[in-house]
C-alpha cells in the first residue's frame, strides 16, 4: 500500500490548495520532505491522520475541540466561512482508494453530526470510481471500514510514526490494541468468523435431528440452556474487559499527569513506582512460573512424599537384621538353597548317605522347614534392601531440591512485598505532598487501581464459570453425536454434522499455529533489527514478546529495560517492531516518520539511515525530517532509496507553507 | 477471487494440515467468502454456506 497524492486545503498553515505527490516507485520509495521546525511537517502528518481516523494523536484535543483549530488562520479571519480539506490517494499497484474528510469553519457554527455529510471515499472498482459520500451512518461506517481494512488504526502508531510521542509506544494498554491490529492485518478474524458460523450451523444442524428420539429432544434441550447462559457469562466477561479498559485508561491518564508534575519531586517519585511497578509484573510471571515447577515437581515425587517415612523404617529394619542388631538375623545361618542340594544329592557334605526314610534325612527335612520362610524372607529383603537405598537416596534428592524451590518462592515472595510497601509508602508520600491537585491524582489514581484490581477478580470467576458451562457442552455435545450415530435413518444430516465438526476442528488447530508462528516471527524479526540497530548491542541480551504482544528488553544480566530505554532507544525498538510487523504479516503499510532521527546522534544515525529502507524495501516511507537531521551523511547514505525531495517553505506574511518539489541534485 | 487475497500464512497452514482434500476445498471456499465480506459487520453468509456444506458433505463429508 502506498501513498500517491495527498492534497490540503486550508489545513493549519497550508492556505489555500496544495498537493504532494509521493514517488511510488518500487526501488525509489523512499520520499524526504524537509523542513525546519515550526513549518508543517507534523502537521503534514496530522493531516493524514486527520483524514483517515478524524483525530490527531499528536494532541490531545476532543473532536469538536480539533474542528476549531485545524483551519487556516488567515484564511479564517479574511472570511466568513472557510472549507477545510484533506485528501489521500492510497494504493498498491495505482491509486485504488481515494479518502476525504472536509469540514467548514466560521460563518455560522456547524454542530458535529452535521459533520458527516462532508466524509468522502471513493474506491476504484475495476475500472470505475465509486463514491461513497458521508451522508448517512452507513456511509460513514463504509469509510471507517475501508480505512481499518487497508491502513488499521488501531496500530497506525507503528506506521505514521511521531517522533514527539514515542512514549506512547509499547506503554500499558497498548500491548491489547497491538494484538488486535496483528489479528485483524494476519486475517486471523477470517478463521474466527469461519469457526463462529459452522458452530452456529452445526448447531442448527443438531436441532433437525429433534423428531429422532425423545433423547435426542432432551439433550439439544440441555445444550440450548447451556449456550444461552454461556451467552451471559461471555457478555459478563466483555463488560468487565471494557470496564478493565477504561480504568486502565483513566489510571494511565491520572499517571500521566503525575510524571509531568513539575512540583515536590513527583516526576522522580512516579518514575520510581513505574520502576517498582514494571518490577512487581516481572516478579509476578516469575512467581506463576516458579508456582507451575514446584507443582510438576511435587507431581513427579507423589511417592517420596507419601512412601518415604515406611521406606525409611522399612531400611532401618533390613539394615538391623542384617547386621545382626535384631533377630531373627538375615540371611539366616544355613540358607535353604544349600539344605535342598544335599537333599537333591541325597549325600551331606561330610559323606554321610541320605537315602529317604533315614533319620539323618528327616533331620535336614526339619531343618529345611526352619529355615525356607526366612531364608525367602532373607532374599525378598537383599533386593529390596539395596532397591530402597537407591528410593531413599532419590527422596534425599527431592526433598532438597524441593527446598530449594521453596526457598526460591518464598524470596520471590519477600522480594515482592518490599515492593508492595515501597508502593505503598509512595502513594502515601503522594497522598501528603501539600498541593490538592496532587492529593487528588493519588487519590483517583488509586481509585481506579482497586477497581481495575475488583475486575480482574471477577473476571477471574467468570472464566471459571465459563469454563465450567463449555465443559458441560462438550460432554452433552458427545452424548448428543452418540445418540445421532444410533439413528441410521438421516444419513445426509449425519454427514453435514460431521463435515461442520472436522472443519472447525481444523480451523482451530490452523488457528492457533498460525497466530503462535506470527508471534514468534514478529519477536525474531524485532530482535534481529533492534541488535542490528543498536549502537551498543553488548548492553542487551534479549528482545522477547510474549503472546499478549507485551514487549521486554533484556539487559545483559537478564533484568527488564524497557523502561529505562532512553528515547533513541526507543525510536529504535518501535522502528524494529514496524518492519518486523511488516515484514512478516505481508501488510505492507506506508511509513510515515516524523524527526526520525531527531532523538539519536552521530554515528548510529547514519547507520539507521543506511538500514531502515532496507528492512522497509518494500513499504514507501516517507521522512518528515529537518536539516539538522538531514546531513550531508545521511543523504549519502539514503541517495539510492530516494525518489522525490520535498520542502516545506514557511511564509510568514501570508502565514502560509509551501511545498516545493527539490530538483534530484539540489 | 485469487488465492493471494487470503493471507499466505493461513493459506500454506491449510496445505499443510494432515486433513483430507474435501475438508481443506470446504475451508478454503469458506475463507474466501469472508474475505469477499471482510468489511460488512453482518454478511448474509447462511446461505452461502448452507450451500457450501450440502456441495462437500454429497461424497462422505469429512470422511473422503
Known amino acids: 500500500m502506498k501513498i500517491y497524492k495527498i492534497e490540503l486545503e486550508n489545513y493549519r498553515q497550508y492556505n489555500g490548495e496544495h498537493t504532494i505527490e509521493l514517488s511510488t516507485e518500487d526501488a525509489h520509495s523512499l520520499n524526504i520532505i524537509l523542513g525546519a521546525n515550526g513549518v508543517g511537517k507534523t502537521n503534514l502528518l496530522n493531516a493524514i491522520n486527520w483524514c483517515l481516523y478524524g483525530d490527531e494523536p499528536s494532541l490531545e484535543k476532543t473532536r469538536l475541540e480539533l474542528q476549531q483549530c485545524i483551519a487556516n488562520e488567515k484564511e479564517l479571519a479574511e472570511k466568513e466561512q472557510v472549507v477545510v480539506r484533506v485528501g489521500i490517494s492510497i494504493g498498491d499497484e495505482q491509486p485504488e482508494y481515494h479518502f476525504e474528510r472536509t469540514i467548514c469553519m466560521g460563518g455560522n457554527p456547524i454542530d458535529f453530526e452535521e459533520q458527516r455529510k462532508y466524509w468522502r471515499v471513493a474506491c476504484l472498482e475495476g475500472r470505475n470510481w465509486r463514491s461513497y459520500n458521508g451522508v448517512d451512518w452507513k456511509n460513514m461506517t463504509q469509510f471507517n471500514n475501508i480505512v481499518s481494512e487497508i491502513l488499521p488504526g488501531g496500530i497506525r502508531s507503528f506506521f505514521f510514526f511521531d517522533g514527539e510521542r514515542l512514549d506512547d509506544f509499547f506503554r500499558k494498554g497498548m500491548e491489547h490494541e497491538v494484538k488486535k491490529a496483528i489479528i485483524k492485518v494476519c486475517q486471523i478474524e477470517l478463521l474466527d468468523r469461519c469457526i463462529d458460523r459452522l458452530t452456529i450451523k452445526s448447531r442448527e444442524i443438531t436441532k433437525r435431528f429433534t423428531g429422532a428420539s425423545s433423547s435426542v429432544a432432551d439433550i439439544n434441550k440441555g445444550i440450548e440452556t447451556l449456550i444461552q447462559s454461556k451467552k451471559g457469562i461471555e457478555q459478563e466477561i466483555k463488560d468487565l474487559d471494557r470496564k478493565i479498559t477504561e480504568a486502565t485508561n483513566n489510571k494511565e491518564d491520572v499517571v500521566d499527569k503525575l510524571r509531568k508534575c513539575g512540583e515536590y519531586n513527583v516526576q522522580e517519585v512516579q518514575m520510581e513506582r513505574d520502576e517498582l511497578e514494571r518490577g512487581v509484573k516481572g516478579i509476578d510471571k516469575k512467581i506463576e512460573v516458579k508456582e507451575r515447577e514446584i507443582k510438576r515437581h511435587f507431581a513427579s515425587g507423589i511417592v517420596f512424599i507419601f512412601g518415604f517415612d515406611a521406606l525409611e523404617k522399612t531400611y532401618e529394619l533390613i539394615d538391623q537384621r542384617k547386621k545382626g542388631i535384631k533377630q531373627p538375623r538375615i540371611p539366616p545361618d544355613i540358607r535353604d538353597k544349600f539344605l535342598r542340594d544335599l537333599l537333591a544329592y541325597h549325600r551331606c557334605i561330610c ?151 472436522k472443519s472447525i476442528e481444523v480451523l482451530n488447530e490452523i488457528k492457533e499455529k498460525v497466530v503462535e508462528e506470527v508471534r514468534e516471527k514478529v519477536e525474531q524479526k524485532t530482535k534481529e533489527y533492534f541488535f542490528d540497530l543498536h549502537w551498543k548491542k553488548e548492553d542487551f541480551k534479549d528482545v522477547n514478546i510474549n503472546e499478549n504482544y507485551e514487549i521486554s528488553v533484556l539487559g545483559q544480566l537478564g533484568s527488564e529495560r524497557l523502561g529505562s530505554l532512553s528515547a533513541g532507544e526507543r525510536q529504535i525498538l518501535a522502528l524494529s517492531f514496524m518492519a518486523a510487523l511488516s515484514t512478516v504479516s505481508g501488510f505492507k503499510a506506508p511509513v510515515v516518520i516524523d524527526t526520525p532521527l531527531g532523538r539519536i546522534s552521530g554515528e548510529p544515525k547514519e547507520k539507521i539511515a543506511q538500514s531502515l529502507p532496507n528492512y522497509l524495501e518494500d513499504s514507501q516511507l516517507t521522512l518528515l525530517i529537518t536539516d539538522q537531521e538531514y546531513t550531508p551523511t545521511v543523504r549519502n547514505c539514503m541517495k539510492d532509496r530516494v525518489g522525490k525531495e520535498f520542502e516545506l517553505q514557511y511564509d510568514e506574511a501570508e502565514m502560509n507553507t509551501e511545498i516545493v518539489e527539490l530538483g534530484g541534485d539540489e | 477471487m485469487a488465492k493471494k487475497e487470503v493471507n499466505p500464512l493461513i493459506w500454506d497452514e491449510i496445505e499443510k494440515c494432515p486433513t483430507d482434500e474435501n475438508i481443506k476445498s470446504f475451508i478454503k471456499e469458506l475463507l474466501l467468502f469472508e474475505r469477499r465480506h471482510i468489511n460488512e459487520k453482518s454478511p448474509p453468509y447462511s446461505k452461502e454456506y448452507d450451500k457450501l456444506i450440502e456441495k462437500y458433505s454429497k461424497d462422505g463429508g469429512g470422511n473422503k
Open chain 1, 351 to 501: 559323606g554321610t548317605e541320605l537315602p529317604e526314610g533315614s533319620s539323618q534325612r528327616e533331620s535336614i527335612e526339619k531343618l529345611l522347614d526352619s529355615v525356607k520362610f526366612t531364608s525367602k524372607i532373607s532374599d525378598d529383603a537383599d533386593e529390596g534392601y539395596y532397591k530402597i537405598a537407591n528410593i531413599l537416596e532419590g527422596c534425599k534428592k527431592f526433598k532438597s531440591e524441593r527446598e530449594k524451590l521453596e526457598k526460591e518462592y518464598r524470596d520471590m515472595h519477600e522480594e515482592r512485598k518490599k515492593k508492595d510497601q515501597r508502593l505503598k509508602e509512595i502513594s502515601e508520600k503522594l497522598k501528603g505532598i501539600p498541593a490538592d491537585e496532587i492529593q487528588n491524582l493519588e487519590i483517583l489514581r488509586n481509585s481506579f487501581e482497586d477497581e481495575i484490581r475488583m475486575c480482574i477478580g471477577e473476571r477471574s470467576q467468570k472464566e471459571l464459570q465459563l469454563q465450567n458451562v463449555e465443559d458441560k457442552i462438550k460432554i452433552k455435545n458427545a452424548e448428543l453425536r452418540k445418540e445421532i450415530e444410533k439413528d441410521k435413518t438421516q444419513k445426509k444430516l449425519r454427514l453435514k454434522l460431521e463435515l461442520c465438526d
